[in-house]
C-alpha cells in the first residue's frame, strides 16, 4: 500500500467515523423540534460543528439567544455584542441547548434572564 492509499483510507475512515450528540430545543425555539420533548438523540458525522446543527434543523441564527454545550454558554457575550461561534466543535455524547430569547415575565419591564 502506497503512502497516497494509507492517506485516502485515514481520510475515508475520518469521515465514516459518526458520533451521538442530544439536541435539545428551548423557549421559541421549540417550534425546530419535531420531538414532544423537544429533545432528540442523532447521529452525526464526527467532524459536526454547531453551525452544521443549526443548518440540519433550519434555525435562522437571528432566532438564537443562547447555545450550551452540557450547560455552559457557547456563546458568551451575545447580549453585549459577542457572537454565535458556528464553526464551534462538538464531541461524542455532547448536550447542545438551542435557546430562542426568553420572553418577557408578566408585571416586569425586562425579559427573563
Do not use: H, W
Amino acid at each position: 500500500m502506497t503512502a497516497y492509499d494509507r492517506s485516502i483510507t485515514a481520510v475515508s475512515s475520518r469521515l465514516a467515523e459518526t458520533m451521538t450528540v442530544e439536541v435539545r430545543f428551548v423557549a421559541s425555539l421549540t417550534k425546530f423540534s419535531d420531538s414532544p420533548r423537544y429533545a432528540e438523540k442523532i447521529e452525526v458525522p464526527a467532524e459536526t460543528t454547531v453551525g452544521d446543527l443549526i443548518a440540519v434543523y433550519g434555525i435562522p441564527v437571528d432566532q438564537i439567544a443562547r447555545v450550551l454545550c452540557n450547560g455552559r454558554d457557547m456563546n458568551p457575550g451575545t447580549y453585549t455584542g459577542g457572537n454565535l461561534d458556528l464553526g464551534a466543535s462538538i464531541s461524542d455524547g455532547d448536550v447542545i441547548t438551542f435557546s430562542g430569547p426568553a420572553p418577557a415575565i408578566p408585571g416586569t419591564r425586562s425579559a427573563a434572564v
